[in-house]
């Protein structure tokens, strides 16, 4: 790897829309204080919009610092792991912000994950103190046993709503499931208790930019999932990244969606962080289905939305986006899968917005790579580098070797946002970071001459096909053209010849029928034949992680 080289060079910095710089002057400042600027710059803002109810920035700093007052008497301090188990709710974000500023770890974890998830997640992060929602808090008593967690915190959707949703709250709560009596324990607390018990305690304890942060814990694509660690600079200088790639959105002026869920990295990062870096209104959305999705952007004004795929596809085919209003909409951010040009093409034209995709990984804070906002969006790839981030793509077989432009191999990144390693895995962080501090990725990918980046697959999703590599992102795409798909997803299968072989799987639009020769007969008029599905699987869902990706990977477990 020369310095002379291709991506020594920085290609894709001519690609930089007017008025973005190569590089920022980082401020060090932790995640905490920029709740304590915005709370001073903009203190009766709202914040956090819940089902109607708000909170303005001076309340929730106010909040913070209960709850930091709390967690200190409970005996948490700098370096304790404190396990947030909770969807986009406004304690949710309270928790966040009090365990940062007293120097706990975060550790964020999926309210859909099983025992045996949590009780990994738990144990590897060592975390004592939990807070979680009243509909998992027998259950988490019951795990506590198995774990080092001492103390539970619950709430309930109910504890945050306006005035008369709260008087009609317990009336169609239970009959929803949206509610659970829970039964008495030791060490067992309710959120709203802890609130009216502590003043607030905004002290900001004594924490390096370099000390870690968080705990997040990553999919599990490999058997059980690792604890990356990230740290207060990782977290701090993304935000700083991504406020620098949307120059054209102010601060106090513009109302977030909060709907990726912030306990991923994507949520945490571009939805909760930026919306409290910025001092803007943040809606949340603890479930994000189409309808409460359509609802939260019509009646609140959403200006900018970040969101994955599924949530446009299932706003698009949703009966009520024919009459909902949702031209507030000035800028949307897509990550975690491609999203098809159809799709693109009319969610823009219904809203008026500009969609940039992206790319990222939960070892990099997440956001690596953005299509410029008033630049040339190229549709299919995941844009170019942000500020001050550096990128090369090597051979699939030498490392030490770079691939020219236009040829794929595995991409490499390195900045502020990569992660410091996994927790207690140092064989796994020195195959995953390089000695001059890239992150190996695991993605197949390619540039082109403009330096913008296109992920051709997952190097473990490959398909050797009659010697050829197969890289199913390629068949996804095109079996999302037929205008009776709603979602596809390919893997590979043992075949007798071949080796392996592709098989589809395939959800239809509603009211639609197809059969598997009409499939595969439709990808024969775009796709080598070595590239053609043997097998087609109908199916009313695909498999999917907490921000709507589709899991090719369960996909492979199923079928063996």
């Known amino acids: 790897m020369t310095d002379q080289s291709v991506y020594a060079q920085k290609i894709w910095l001519k690609s930089y829309e007017a008025g973005i710089e190569p590089t920022i002057d980082f401020t060090d400042m932790l995640v905490p204080q920029y709740l304590t600027e915005s709370a001073k710059q903009f203190p009766d803002h709202p914040a956090l919009i819940f089902q109607g109810y708000t909170v303005t920035f001076r309340e929730l700093d106010e909040m913070v610092g209960r709850f930091a007052a709390a967690l200190k008497d409970y005996g948490i301090k700098k370096g304790d792991s404190v396990a947030i188990l909770l969807p986009n709710v406004i304690p949710c974000v309270v928790a966040y912000y009090a365990t940062l500023r007293i120097g706990g770890i975060v550790v964020f974890n999926n309210p859909l994950y099983s025992d045996r998830e949590l009780e990994h997640q738990f144990t590897d992060s060592g975390s004592t103190f939990l807070i979680t929602l009243d509909l998992l808090a027998d259950r988490m008593v019951k795990l506590r046993e198995k774990t080092s967690i001492k103390t539970i915190v619950y709430t309930s959707i109910g504890d945050y709503l306006p005035f008369v949703k709260r008087l009609l709250f317990p009336l169609v709560a239970k009959k929803k499931g949206l509610t659970a009596t829970v039964s008495q324990a030791n060490d067992l607390y309710t959120f709203k208790d802890l609130m009216a018990k502590y003043s607030p305690d905004n002290t900001q304890a004594d924490i390096s930019m370099d000390d870690v942060a968080m705990y997040q814990y990553t999919g599990g694509t490999t058997g059980v999932s690792k604890g990356v660690m990230l740290t207060h600079k ?33 949520g945490m990062s571009v939805s909760m962080n930026l919306a409290v870096r910025m001092g803007w209104a943040n809606v949340l959305v603890p479930k994000p289905q189409p309808e409460p999705l359509l609802e939260a952007i019509s009646k609140f004004k959403v200006t900018f939305a970040p969101l994955v795929p599924t949530m446009y596809i299932g706003m698009l085919d949703h009966p009520d986006m024919e009459h909902t209003d949702l031209t507030s909409i000035k800028g949307c951010f897509s990550g975690s899968a491609p999203l098809p040009l159809e799709v693109i093409n009319r969610f823009q034209e219904k809203t008026g917005s500009i969609i940039v995709e992206g790319f990222g990984l939960t070892e990099s804070s997440p956001v690596t790579h953005v299509n410029p906002f008033n630049g040339n969006r190229k549709v299919g790839s995941i844009g170019i580098p942000i500020p001050e981030t550096e990128c090369r793509i090597v051979d699939l077989e030498d490392s030490t070797k770079e691939v020219p432009v236009g040829e794929a191999g595995e991409l490499l990144i390195r900045g502020p946002q990569i992660m410091k390693g996994y927790l207690n895995k140092p064989e796994e962080t020195a195959k995953t970071l390089t000695k001059e501090g890239y992150l190996c ?120």
């Not at 990244?241 to 109302?255: N, R, S």
């Not at 024969?524 to 043997?534: F, H, Q």
Request: hydrophobic residues 40%; negative net charge; contains cysteine.
């Open 234 to 266: 990782n977290i701090a200088y993304q935000i700083q990244q991504i406020e620098a790639w949307f120059p054209e959105f102010e601060k106090g002026a513009e109302i977030m969606l909060g709907a990726l869920p912030f306990f991923h990295v994507f």
């Open 441 to 560: 990725t695991g993605d197949v990918a390619k540039m082109d001459e403009d330096g913008y980046f296109y992920i051709v697959d997952r190097i473990k999703d490959m398909i050797i096909s009659g010697g050829y590599n197969v890289y199913p992102r390629d068949i996804d795409e095109v079996l999302f053209e037929h205008p009776k798909i709603l979602e596809a997803c390919c893997i590979g299968i043992p075949h007798p010849k071949r080796g392996e072989a592709v098989k589809a799987f395939v959800v239809l639009k509603e009211g639609q029928d197809m059969t598997q020769e009409e499939v595969i007969d439709f990808c024969s008029k775009k796709l080598a034949k070595y590239k053609l599905p043997v097998s087609v699987e109908f199916r009313y869902e695909l498999p999917k992680s907490n921000v709507g990706k589709i899991l090719r990977k369960d996909l492979r477990v199923q079928q063996k």
